[in-house]
């Protein structure tokens, strides 16, 4: 399995950004994805992941209402459109998968890395004052 994050870049406070994540095989229609962040000297930490059906969604409190999760099974990819971004927002950006198709979670599941077993290399987001 291999997943590549991509659609990085500089942006000024209040911006947008949309980055993508591009997936081998079938995990973008099969699989629990999710998308986590980690800015220098800090932890990895949760952002955002979709159900494999991507009818149920989860984001941190962090950028809930202004960050949304999405599927284009058409382009097998796994968005994440990014709005008021700030500058706490800067971070090495992370695409994740569930190890197994069409797997169900309890809520508190989707957040926690343990539960992604396949990582892209990360895409960078700069956000300027």
């Known amino acids: 399995v291999q997943l590549q994050a991509f659609g990085g870049g500089l942006v000024q406070a209040g911006g947008s950004l949309r980055l993508s994540c591009a997936a081998s095989?079938?995990?973008?229609?099969?699989?629990?994805m999710g998308w986590f962040r980690q800015a220098p000297g800090k932890e990895r930490e949760f952002v955002a992941a979709?159900?494999?059906?991507?009818?149920?969604?989860y984001y941190a409190d962090s950028v809930k209402g202004r960050f949304t999760i999405s599927r284009d099974n058409a382009k097998n990819t796994l968005d994440l459109i990014m709005n008021s971004l700030k500058p706490e927002d800067a971070a090495v950006y992370y695409c994740?998968?569930?190890?197994?198709?069409?797997?169900?979670?309890?809520?508190?599941?989707?957040?926690?890395?343990?539960?992604?077993?396949?990582w892209g290399q990360g895409t960078l987001v700069t956000v300027s004052s």
């Open positions: 095989g079938h995990i973008v229609s099969s699989n629990v």
């Open positions: 979709s159900s494999w059906s991507g009818g149920s969604t």
């Open positions: 994740a998968a569930d190890r197994s198709p069409r797997r169900t979670y309890t809520a508190g599941q989707y957040y926690k890395r343990g539960t992604y077993e396949y």
